[in-house]
């Protein structure tokens, strides 16, 4: 069964800085996609970044990149030059992916509350 | 450009009531889900759909029911609402990889 892990509840960062948000993942699919959410302090729910398993370089989308290292199989988030609004809770999710191509469920971890200090 | 809308936002309940939550895309997707969000136990997958007249469980499907009698339709139901079913609710649809998420219905059981 697949299975997300964030052991960091909350972080703290000053503005400015770069921080890192880990994510461990368990599956043993060879197909799979890793995601990561963010969820400000208003409840949306905002999509920041995608990583398939077969992606041969880490996804980036402007100031978010995803360090992914599939034979340790982590995902982890980074966010650089912090921001006051990047403070929010952030999650991250993997769905399996079938051999026909069918999308399996999107699991989520348990998530990390990053704070980012002026 | 609605995207995925839920409705209601906010509700209360005593226990025993019945309730449906309704949630409408309007981007053509194939796959939806329900999802309830708890306090430190991130979010839990309710039951899903992978197309029109098609459901299926999810982690937690217990004391809910689902219809997705039209594709761009998904109703979440709760037939007799019990105080644990206090939480934040989100519907979800995705057109194969990426799920894009309505803004929540927070909905409390007394």
């Known amino acids: 069964a697949q299975k997300i892990t964030q052991t960091q509840p909350g972080m703290f960062v000053q503005e400015k800085e770069a921080v890192t948000l880990d994510c461990t993942y368990d599956?043993?699919?060879?197909?799979?996609?890793l995601f990561w959410y963010k969820q400000p302090s208003s409840g949306e729910m905002i999509f920041l970044i995608y990583?398939?398993?077969?992606?041969?370089q880490n996804a980036t989308e402007g100031r978010y990149s995803l360090n992914f290292q599939k034979a340790r199989k982590s995902a982890n988030l980074v966010i650089s030059a912090s921001q006051l609004g990047d403070s929010a809770m952030y999650f991250c999710?993997?769905?399996?992916?079938?051999?026909?191509?069918?999308?399996?469920?999107?699991?989520f971890g348990k998530g990390t509350k990053l704070s980012v200090k002026p | 450009n609605a995207g995925v809308t839920q409705t209601p936002k906010f509700r209360v309940l005593k226990t025993g009531q019945s309730m449906t939550l309704l949630c409408a895309q309007d981007?053509?997707?194939?796959?939806m889900y329900w999802y309830r969000q708890d306090p430190g136990m991130g979010l839990r997958l309710i039951h899903y759909?992978?197309?029109?007249?098609?459901?299926a469980k999810g982690e937690v499907p217990d004391g809910y029911n689902v219809s997705r009698l039209k594709k761009q339709n998904f109703l979440l139901g709760l037939e007799s609402a019990a105080p644990s079913q206090t939480s934040v609710y989100f519907c979800?649809?995705?057109?194969?990889?990426?799920?894009?998420f309505g803004e929540g219905s927070r909905l409390t059981v007394l």
């Open positions: 990583q398939g398993s077969y992606d041969e």
């Open positions: 759909s992978v197309g029109e007249g098609t459901t």
């Open positions: 599956t043993s699919d060879q197909s799979y996609g």
């Open positions: 999710a993997m769905r399996e992916v079938s051999y026909g191509g069918s999308q399996g469920n999107l699991i």
């Open positions: 981007m053509n997707h194939e796959y």
């Open positions: 979800a649809s995705s057109p194969g990889v990426e799920l894009f």
